[in-house]
């Protein structure tokens, strides 16, 4: 969840009303004042309004929409004597794994001191586990992913028809991900649109993210958050100018930098990202890959391991980078820059995060330079180009494994209702 120690607005949590068991969460976790998107957003949802938010990650936007459901929960209690288990009350669909589990974390964090189950479905991970859980608690939020859902739907182990609030997180991500009717098939089980709440979030809206938006929600309030800039202020940006055989020692000598604690590199492609995490540890660094193609169980020890700080570097994907949310990154690298503009914003937003500065270091080749001033267009302002010094040019002390120009390495191994207030 996201929380700038340097509030950014004058409303705070204790001032919405919230029940005592849920303030006294918020408070431990350390909120006091709302973010713009909360500060927008939670009059309107504790309200028991619709709303379609606009806002980017990184936000607090995730902490909005749970505090509205937990909220609602303690509002309006249903005893467990008139409840069956599969049947939740709240239900966030996000569309990756590593998102699901964060909301899911956030929420568990929120639930402290009232009592609520949260329950997550996603794929890659033990399914006859999620499924003794729906068949056997009680479940309050359920947190998931658009296909496992449906696995489950099917299979009759859940049910949505006494859904009071349906999520939908990264309305857009999900979009272009191709779940959309996946989504369509599970709204169809909901609660029907005039009889639940439903929170819609998105950090871009296109024509068909809002044909969407207005077929699922009723009434619904539009809240846009958008920053004076669009990517973080606390965000050191630089552009080295490079051909590609200067990009690997020109990374491998700033990771060696003291001030480097904790990178992710991204890479356009799986298969140069396995490249180079097997550079990199070639030249001694302490790095990890993630991509969608690594097993989910491996993913999260990864994750930890990186959290923990005995791997230094993580080299990922956009997708997978996106699960990546993690205080104290004190650096990313764009070994090529992004095709899209957008997901420059959500590299570099991986540092910078809760209060702290970040540096961000991107490679613009001959290959990639292109991509440059669309992305200036898009976060409005002009980066910063500069040739490394000397020292990050140094010749790397071990050989370089030498690739055909544009080759590719064979893969390794195996792959009951509330009321709106008036």
Request: some cysteine; charged content about 30%.
């Amino acid at each position: 969840m996201t929380s700038d120690p340097k509030h950014t607005g004058d409303l705070r949590f204790r001032d919405l009303h919230l029940d005592k068991r849920l303030l006294d969460a918020i408070t431990a976790i350390g909120f006091e004042y709302c973010t713009p998107i909360q500060a927008e957003t939670l009059p309107w949802t504790l309200a028991c309004e619709d709303l379609i938010g606009q806002a980017q990650t990184g936000t607090g936007k995730t902490a909005a929409f749970l505090i509205t459901a937990i909220q609602a929960l303690l509002e309006t209690p249903v005893s467990e004597k008139e409840r069956f288990a599969s049947e939740p009350r709240v239900l966030a669909l996000a569309p990756t794994r590593e998102l699901a589990m964060q909301i899911a974390k956030d929420a568990e964090q929120l639930c402290k001191h009232t009592g609520h189950n949260v329950v997550t479905v996603v794929g890659g991970m033990n399914y006859d586990k999620q499924r003794d859980q729906l068949q056997n608690e009680i479940v309050d939020i359920l947190v998931a992913t658009p296909g496992r859902l449906i696995d489950f739907l099917g299979s009759q182990d859940v049910f949505l028809d006494q859904l009071d609030i349906l999520i939908l997180d990264e309305a857009d991500r999900m979009l272009d991900m191709g779940f959309i009717p996946d989504v369509k098939r599970i709204i169809r089980k909901c609660t029907p649109k005039d009889d639940r709440q439903t929170l819609l979030f998105s950090a871009t809206f296109n024509q068909d993210v809002l044909n969407l938006a207005s077929m699922w929600t009723k009434n619904a309030e539009f809240v846009e958050i958008e920053p004076e800039q669009k990517t973080a202020e606390r965000v050191e940006q630089t552009v080295y100018l490079i051909g590609e055989e200067e990009k690997l020692p020109v990374l491998v000598n700033y990771l060696k930098r003291a001030e480097v604690e904790k990178a992710i590199v991204f890479a356009n492609r799986r298969d140069q990202c396995r490249d180079l995490e097997e550079d990199l540890k070639n030249q001694g660094v302490k790095v990890a890959l993630m991509s969608g193609e690594i097993a989910q169980n491996k993913r999260l020890k990864t994750l930890d391991q990186f959290k923990k700080g005995t791997i230094q570097v993580l080299v990922a994907t956009d997708v997978a980078g996106r699960g990546i949310h993690v205080n104290g990154v004190t650096h990313v690298f764009n070994y090529n820059l992004p095709e899209n503009a957008e997901d420059y914003v959500h590299r570099i937003g991986r540092t910078g995060r809760a209060g702290q500065t970040g540096v961000s270091v991107s490679f613009a080749g001959e290959d990639d330079s292109f991509a440059l001033p669309e992305i200036e267009k898009y976060i409005s302002q002009k980066l910063k180009t500069a040739v490394p010094d000397e020292a990050l040019m140094a010749e790397l002390e071990k050989p370089r494994i030498t690739r055909r120009r544009g080759g590719r390495r064979p893969q390794q191994g195996g792959r009951n209702q509330r009321q709106r207030r008036s």
